[in-house]
């Protein structure tokens, strides 16, 4: 595999890994009736993402130093290149991402304070690396780049424990978990789309031109956001209704259609992994 693409495809696990252990702890401190009928599996969830972290971060600087000595072994691991990757902002959130992994797998959902702690800062180790920290106003950038991706965890990261919610869960849990989570996330999505905005707006200077790379590989991302917020918007008008009156047919719909998401969901974070290895200025 190229090195450009091993760049994205590892970037991109990066982003899942973040989104189902910081979602999940998350979803288990917004919905804790419903995480007492799926420990199991929102522990499996956080597991899984705490060890895409923990293993593929050593991947990621394997592949940066190797990068900047243009394939050379010898020279990427040489003594005056060995820890460059801890120099820049890519490799101190990688370093941050990976403890907060480790919080997370060490306290095992036992205490809220230290997984919630552990969350918030494997979210905004991302605030210290990429476009939001070149040119100007870096901390308003990062605060942006925190409110959207907390909002994008809290999303996302709850899209598998409501496939099992609706699975495994009594029909009154699932209704009411359902119904609470349809009533936050248009809130939650709605300050995510602004935030995101925004931040889009900060990276840009505001002027829209679809010649950039950049911009032009942003507006197909945003295809896909838009069908996912459609997909979105229909379990909560029209699926979400029918568990109150059919819950087994509902359930079944819900199901399938969190499905959807979560396949949609999987082709924006590639998309985004793609978009940040070009420059917004360029």
């Known amino acids: 595999m190229e090195p450009d693409r091993l760049a994205i495809v590892l970037r991109a696990l990066i982003y899942v890994g973040c989104i189902a252990s910081a ?84 306290t095992k959902l036992r205490w809220r304070g230290v997984s919630l702690a552990a969350a918030v800062t494997m979210v905004a180790s991302f605030a210290t690396e990429g476009h939001t920290v070149n040119g100007g106003s870096p901390t308003a950038r990062g605060a942006l ?77 945003l295809i896909l956001v838009a069908i996912l917020l459609a997909v979105a918007a229909w379990n909560k008008l029209q699926l979400t209704p029918l568990l109150a009156t059919d819950y087994e047919a509902g359930a079944r719909k819900l199901r399938r259609s969190i499905k959807g998401e979560i396949a949609i969901a999987a082709m924006i974070l590639a998309a985004t992994a793609w978009i940040i290895t070009v420059s917004p200025h360029a």
């Open 145 to 221: 780049l925190l409110v959207h991706l907390a909002a994008i965890c809290w999303w996302l990261g709850a899209l598998y424990p409501l496939l099992v919610t609706l699975r495994q869960a009594p029909p009154e849990v699932g209704t009411v978990t359902i119904q609470t989570f349809g009533r936050r996330a248009v809130w939650i999505v709605g300050a995510l789309l602004i935030a995101g905005a925004l931040l889009l707006i900060s990276l840009t200077g505001g002027q829209l031109n679809l010649d950039n790379d950049y911009q032009q590989r942003f507006a197909r991302k």
């Open 23 to 106: 979602g999940g702890v998350l979803f288990w401190l917004s919905f804790p009736a419903a995480a007492r009928h799926l420990e199991g599996s929102l522990k499996r969830q956080i597991l899984v993402g705490c060890w895409l972290i923990l293993l593929l971060e050593p991947l990621r600087y394997l592949a940066f130093q190797l990068t900047a000595a243009e394939g050379d072994w010898s020279a990427a691991f040489a003594p005056d290149m060995r820890w460059m990757a801890m120099e820049t902002g890519f490799g101190k959130a990688a370093v941050v991402r990976a403890i907060a992994a480790a919080a997370m797998l060490a």
